[in-house]
């Protein structure tokens, strides 16, 4: 509304323009130029004196500028002001609350970089409604995650400011998916660092990298480029197990979801047995694999395998049935 209004301003300025210019080249016999200048110091009201004595007819030119002249003009500067200063502070405003977000955040995961790899995170957390803050210096991305309401920090993200602002001591992990694998090292140093517990997860674009990245502090290591080379060769040669993992991973119209649950000390199923804990039978679950605390997997685990605190669950069933199941276990 206020860009229809300045338009609509500027151009009743541009029609008072032209009838001084014509007006006084028409009735006055001045040059185009002399008529513009006129025009203009008389709309202005700078107090320059008048280029030639004017006849009646001019004056009464002179009059009527400066009449409509002096109050479009001043209604224009006003609406240019208008929007200059409203944007500012929509944008200061924006601004400050976007930081109060981020300051309330807690148990969320920062993603550093919102190139190809971290917009696919990001879009995935967002449909598993974590939540996230994005650390990001480039405009263009700046940009979509306004127009996309995205929590971000427009800050370089291996700076220690940017990971503290971010909330690292708060966070349930972070995400290092900037282009550069130098980049990526340096943040999971400043990372590690900050906090020695906090969980990295980081993007390698050279294989070669990952140690390093390792080294740095990174808790897992992911190449891009290798998982989807290895990808597209089980798509070759075990296109029904492919086909099996995208429906069960990714919300499906089957509705079935593999999840992970952590056991929690208080938990009725801790220490009892697969079949005791009757969790297959009350919650429709498969029970993949049990991640114990020590880091060891027990994929397809027995009857008699027991279900100690702090133990993980890694399960396939209808996405109703896993969050009760949660609710009663965690």
Not at 171 to 183: C, E, F, N, P, Y
Not at 282 to 288: L, R, S, T, Y
């Amino acid at each position: 509304m206020d860009h229809t209004k300045l338009k609509l301003s500027l151009f009743f300025l541009c029609l008072t323009i032209a009838f001084g210019t014509s007006g006084y080249v028409i009735i006055e016999g001045m040059t185009l130029f002399e008529a513009f200048y006129m025009t203009v110091i008389t709309i202005s009201s700078v107090g320059f004196s008048e280029i030639k004595p004017l006849s009646d007819a001019g004056r009464w030119i002179t009059i009527v500028v400066i009449t409509l002249g002096i109050s479009t003009l001043t209604y224009t500067l006003g609406q240019v002001a208008r929007i200059f200063v409203e944007g500012e502070l929509r944008r200061i405003l924006g601004r400050r609350k976007l930081e109060k977000q981020i300051a309330a955040l807690k148990d969320h995961f920062i993603i550093c970089g919102y190139g190809r790899i971290g917009q696919i995170i990001v879009k995935e957390l967002q449909r598993a409604n974590i939540p996230l803050v994005v650390i990001e210096q480039d405009k263009a991305a700046v940009e979509t995650l306004e127009a996309d309401q995205i929590l971000y920090l427009n800050m370089d993200a291996t700076s220690d400011e940017a990971l503290t602002t971010a909330g690292l001591d708060r966070a349930r992990g972070l995400v290092t998916a900037v282009s550069s694998d130098a980049d990526n090292v340096f943040i999971a140093l400043s990372a590690k660092g900050m906090r020695r517990d906090i969980f990295i997860l980081a993007r390698a674009s050279d294989v070669k990298n990952e140690n390093k990245l390792l080294r740095a502090g990174a808790s897992r290591v992911v190449c891009p480029y290798q998982m989807g080379g290895r990808r597209m060769a089980e798509i070759l040669h075990k296109p029904t197990v492919v086909d099996f993992l995208d429906q069960t991973m990714m919300h499906s119209e089957l509705g079935l979801q593999m999840e992970e649950a952590i056991i929690a000390p208080n938990a009725p199923i801790t220490g009892k047995t697969v079949v005791t804990s009757n969790l297959r039978q009350d919650f429709g679950v498969i029970i993949v694999a049990i991640k114990r605390i020590s880091g060891e997997m027990v994929f397809n685990p027995g009857p008699g395998e027991v279900f100690n605190a702090g133990d993980v669950l890694v399960v396939i069933g209808k996405r109703g049935e896993l969050q009760r199941m949660s609710t009663a276990i965690c």
